[in-house]
């Protein structure tokens, strides 16, 4: 056997069997948590050194195909790495690396100075390998019921991570998250179950081949039911409104991995569908619609904000609607315009919420009233905030902007009266984007500690005695009222600083980036090398 | 499967009126629980919503034919793949319902009830209800329940007037 046919498929599954793998390997090695973190942070750097070679690979040769279990050909589980796939792969194991290094940063820290450590190791290393597990394994997915599975992983592990510790706050918050999920997950399976009545199966690559075989009615009644599955996931508006309760109340490194990720896995869902199942969508109308609203009632919530966390959850919200507007364009600019965005978009919002958890530290609260003086604080930290602010909103010539050009551009040239009116949309939820965070600069960053609102109040209530802010339930917040700020571990920051590298690094390597989602986008919308390369020649049909 | 499909969408043309009607009650009911305050009726609709799905993939299979073993003729087994699906549908809800146990009974610990707090946004309005002019829909011996650290309060708790 040709040793290299061996290596390129045999890697697929690994994005997946690593993590679990690890999660078994730091469950046993609970006593130990050197060996967790060893374990931990190896695993998920092969991940990284895996989805390059994926990434390379699906660009020279293709989509790699790996069949699981030795069923006959179209009845197995399939995975399936194509560009779109190994792109999201390769980011997502990239951002988990990241976040897993400022968690065990925050851990160290916390265990220093002797308060109660947000990210209890002996679960938190399990759970989040899980966690990374389920999302390779979404993007992977080469049927709808394994998709399922994917959604499964992730979300049973999201479950532990956001109530993580138990305190009121969390378990409040993870309430609503729970349920939520529980509810897409059961339209979800209503969906496959409908999906598997209609055509008699699951697989991706013949449901491509089938469905353009159903009457339209069918067809429409399929596609909105996994629309709104994973709609739910994807924080679509008007099924957004789970996100801004849930998110930020987690441990800081839970909420930017989820803020950077899950929402994704749902973005991919509905780009793998859209363009693979659907491919004339009757419903490129309300899609637009929904973009539109996400994108301009999700910046309008963040600007009425006055917590820094808030704030960027509904910048998420808004910023999905990005995402929603290059898929309902149905054209191929249009879907590499959004996988650019889905790619940018991660990298950023997770440096943000990093950043955030570093502002909590230092100030001791994300809340905007009572924070101020953090240019001076940290000047490192300032810098951080003030390059991802002005890259999530779009400031030439960073990522943001080079994202949002190809999105708007790629509604220029479909040039219908709606993708005009989200054009002009986009552009108004860019510069309103710009004015909540530089809302949060000049609050949190650049104005003096004296002048934050309720600042002085808090600190003369400290000095006698009578503090009437109750004491907060989670520990995490317990220990804002802290005289001096403490330093910055220097881990923490360094793996912010990395993460914020890295979306400076995808305006440098642009040019290349947008070829590469340019060809994924065509190879999507042409559809015939994802069924070719599934599925052998006898069963397409 | 390629061979057994088109006989499959044939039979499920026919489906049983029985399951159909399970899954709908049992759907219904769920939905009706879930939009309970209380976490354990929540959970309570989950278990039935999960439970009406899972009679939804019989009626997917098909008409019911012998145990799908390896060596039975393929024309008189059902289909044994969304009995595979299922299956695996069944065992995520088992941890899930386990998981939502776990968690209404911490809730019941951490407040002495079940119910599902208050959003963040609704204790905002309900603040600036009792600070600015009481909303004819203002009940005031309502008192919100939420735990966000984020509002300007901070401490979680809506400010006294």
Same mark, same amino acid.
């Given at each position: 056997?040709?040793?290299?046919?061996?290596?390129?498929?045999?890697?697929?599954? /690994?994005?997946?069997?690593?993590?679990?793998?690890?999660?078994?390997?730091?469950?046993?090695?609970?006593?130990?948590?050197?060996?967790?973190?060893?374990? #931990?942070?190896?695993?998920?750097?092969?991940?990284? @050194?895996?989805?390059?070679?994926?990434?390379?690979?699906?660009?020279?040769?293709?989509?790699?195909?790996?069949?699981?279990?030795?069923?006959?050909?179209?009845?197995?589980?399939?995975?399936?790495?194509?560009?779109?796939?190994?792109? /999201?792969?390769?980011?997502?194991?990239?951002?988990?690396?990241?976040?897993?290094?400022?968690?065990?940063?925050?851990?160290?820290?916390?265990?220093?100075?002797?308060?109660?450590?947000?990210?209890?190791?002996?679960?938190?290393?399990?759970?989040?390998?899980?966690?990374?597990?389920?999302?390779?394994?979404?993007?992977?997915?080469?049927?709808?019921?394994?998709?399922?599975?994917?959604?499964?992983?992730?979300?049973?592990?999201?479950?532990?991570?956001?109530?993580?510790?138990?305190?009121?706050?969390?378990?409040?918050?993870?309430?609503?998250?729970?349920?939520?999920?529980?509810?897409?997950?059961?339209?979800?399976?209503?969906?496959?179950?409908?999906?598997?009545?209609?055509?008699?199966?699951?697989?991706?690559?013949?449901?491509?081949?089938?469905?353009?075989?159903?009457?339209?009615?069918?067809?429409?009644?399929?596609?909105?039911?996994?629309?709104?599955?994973?709609?739910?996931?994807? %924080?679509?508006?008007?099924?957004?409104?789970?996100?801004?309760?849930?998110?930020?109340?987690?441990? %800081?490194?839970?909420?930017?991995?989820?803020?950077?990720?899950?929402?994704?896995?749902? &973005?991919?869902?509905?780009?793998?569908?859209?363009?693979?199942?659907?491919?004339?969508?009757?419903?490129?109308?309300?899609?637009?619609?929904?973009?539109?609203?996400?994108?301009?009632?999700?910046?309008?919530? @963040?600007?009425?904000?006055?917590?820094?966390?808030?704030?960027?959850?509904?910048?998420?919200?808004?910023?999905?609607?990005?995402?929603?507007?290059?898929?309902?364009?149905?054209?191929?600019?249009?879907?590499?315009?959004?996988?650019?965005?889905?790619?940018?978009?991660?990298?950023?919002?997770?440096?943000?919420?990093?950043?955030?958890?570093?502002?909590?530290?230092?100030?001791?609260?994300?809340?905007?009233?009572?924070?101020?003086?953090?240019?001076?604080?940290?000047?490192?930290?300032?810098?951080?905030?003030?390059?991802?602010? /002005?890259?999530?909103?779009?400031?030439?010539?960073?990522?943001?902007?080079?994202?949002?050009?190809?999105?708007?551009?790629?509604?220029?040239?479909?040039?219908?009266?709606?993708?005009?009116?989200?054009?002009?949309?986009?552009?108004?939820?860019?510069?309103?984007?710009?004015?909540?965070?530089?809302?949060?600069?000049?609050?949190?960053?650049?104005?003096?500690?004296?002048? %934050?609102?309720?600042?002085?109040? /808090?600190?003369?209530?400290?000095?006698?005695?009578?503090?009437? &802010?109750?004491?907060?339930?989670?520990?995490?917040?317990?220990?804002?009222?802290?005289? #001096?700020?403490?330093?910055?571990?220097?881990?923490?920051?360094?793996?912010?600083?990395?993460?914020?590298?890295?979306?400076?690094?995808?305006?440098?390597?642009?040019?290349?980036?947008?070829?590469?989602?340019?060809?994924? %986008?065509?190879?999507?919308?042409?559809?015939?090398?994802?069924?070719?390369?599934?599925?052998?020649?006898?069963?397409?049909? | 499967?390629?061979?057994?499909?088109?006989?499959?969408?044939?039979?499920? +043309?026919?489906?049983?009126?029985? +399951?159909?009607?399970?899954?709908?009650?049992?759907?219904?009911?769920?939905?009706?629980?879930?939009?309970?305050?209380?976490?354990?009726?929540?959970?309570?609709?989950?278990?039935?919503?999960?439970?009406?799905?899972?009679?939804?993939?019989?009626?997917?299979?098909?008409?019911?034919?012998?145990?799908?073993?390896?060596? =039975?003729?393929?024309?008189?087994?059902?289909?044994? +793949?969304?009995?595979?699906?299922?299956?695996?549908?069944?065992?995520?809800?088992?941890?899930?319902?386990?998981?939502? +146990?776990?968690?209404?009974?911490?809730?019941?610990?951490?407040?002495?009830?079940?119910?599902?707090?208050?959003?963040? =946004?609704?204790?905002?309005?309900?603040?600036?209800?009792?600070?600015?002019?009481?909303?004819?829909?203002?009940?005031?011996? =309502?008192?919100?329940?939420?735990?966000?650290?984020?509002?300007?309060?901070?401490?979680?708790?809506?400010?006294?007037?």
């Amino acid at each position: 056997m040709n040793p290299t046919d061996v290596t390129v498929t045999d890697l697929v599954p /690994m994005p997946v069997l690593l993590p679990l793998l690890g999660a078994a390997l730091t469950l046993a090695f609970r006593r130990s948590p050197r060996l967790q973190r060893g374990v #931990s942070i190896a695993v998920l750097a092969a991940v990284v @050194a895996v989805a390059v070679i994926l990434v390379w690979q699906t660009d020279v040769n293709g989509p790699q195909v790996l069949w699981l279990g030795a069923w006959q050909e179209p009845l197995g589980i399939s995975l399936v790495a194509d560009r779109l796939s190994a792109l /999201m792969l390769l980011v997502s194991a990239i951002v988990t690396l990241l976040v897993l290094v400022f968690a065990i940063g925050q851990g160290q820290a916390d265990s220093d100075d002797e308060t109660e450590s947000e990210t209890p190791l002996t679960i938190f290393h399990p759970t989040y390998l899980v966690l990374a597990a389920g999302v390779s394994n979404a993007f992977l997915a080469g049927d709808l019921f394994n998709l399922f599975v994917g959604f499964e992983i992730l979300l049973f592990s999201s479950y532990v991570l956001i109530t993580l510790g138990g305190a009121a706050a969390r378990i409040h918050a993870g309430t609503t998250y729970v349920v939520v999920s529980l509810l897409s997950s059961a339209l979800f399976l209503v969906g496959i179950a409908a999906v598997y009545a209609a055509t008699g199966t699951v697989n991706l690559a013949q449901l491509a081949i089938r469905i353009g075989d159903l009457s339209p009615g069918v067809a429409l009644v399929l596609q909105l039911s996994l629309l709104t599955a994973f709609a739910i996931k994807a %924080a679509v508006f008007p099924m957004s409104a789970w996100l801004p309760d849930s998110y930020p109340t987690a441990p %800081a490194p839970v909420t930017a991995v989820f803020a950077g990720l899950l929402t994704k896995v749902g &973005v991919y869902a509905i780009i793998r569908t859209q363009t693979l199942l659907f491919p004339d969508s009757p419903l490129q109308g309300l899609l637009m619609w929904a973009a539109l609203l996400t994108m301009v009632i999700g910046i309008l919530g @963040a600007v009425s904000q006055s917590g820094l966390k808030r704030i960027l959850s509904f910048t998420l919200v808004s910023h999905i609607g990005y995402m929603i507007f290059g898929i309902a364009l149905a054209t191929p600019e249009g879907t590499a315009g959004a996988i650019f965005y889905v790619a940018h978009h991660i990298t950023i919002q997770t440096a943000l919420f990093l950043i955030t958890g570093l502002v909590e530290r230092l100030g001791g609260t994300t809340s905007l009233d009572r924070l101020g003086g953090l240019a001076v604080a940290s000047p490192v930290l300032a810098t951080l905030f003030f390059v991802s602010a /002005m890259n999530l909103s779009g400031i030439p010539p960073l990522s943001g902007f080079l994202a949002k050009v190809g999105l708007l551009d790629a509604g220029i040239s479909v040039g219908t009266p709606l993708a005009w009116l989200l054009v002009v949309g986009g552009i108004v939820t860019s510069l309103l984007t710009l004015y909540a965070l530089a809302k949060v600069w000049s609050q949190a960053f650049w104005r003096t500690l004296a002048d %934050a609102p309720r600042s002085t109040e /808090m600190a003369a209530a400290l000095q006698d005695g009578t503090l009437d &802010v109750e004491p907060a339930t989670d520990p995490a917040s317990a220990v804002l009222v802290d005289a #001096s700020p403490r330093a910055l571990p220097r881990t923490m920051l360094g793996a912010t600083a990395a993460m914020t590298l890295v979306g400076l690094l995808i305006t440098v390597v642009a040019g290349p980036l947008f070829a590469y989602t340019q060809r994924a %986008a065509s190879d999507l919308m042409s559809r015939d090398p994802y069924i070719t390369s599934v599925l052998p020649v006898e069963v397409r049909r | 499967m390629t061979t057994l499909a088109p006989t499959l969408i044939e039979s499920t +043309l026919q489906p049983n009126i029985t +399951l159909v009607l399970v899954t709908v009650g049992l759907v219904a009911a769920g939905t009706a629980l879930a939009l309970d305050r209380s976490l354990v009726r929540v959970l309570l609709g989950m278990v039935l919503i999960g439970n009406g799905i899972a009679v939804l993939y019989l009626v997917v299979s098909g008409r019911a034919g012998r145990a799908p073993f390896v060596g =039975e003729d393929p024309a008189t087994i059902s289909d044994p +793949l969304p009995q595979a699906m299922v299956l695996t549908a069944i065992v995520i809800s088992l941890a899930t319902i386990g998981f939502l +146990l776990a968690m209404s009974y911490r809730l019941w610990q951490i407040s002495g009830t079940d119910d599902v707090p208050d959003d963040a =946004e609704d204790a905002r309005i309900q603040r600036l209800a009792i600070e600015d002019q009481t909303s004819s829909t203002y009940d005031p011996s =309502e008192e919100s329940t939420t735990t966000s650290d984020e509002l300007a309060d901070g401490d979680g708790s809506p400010r006294r007037p």
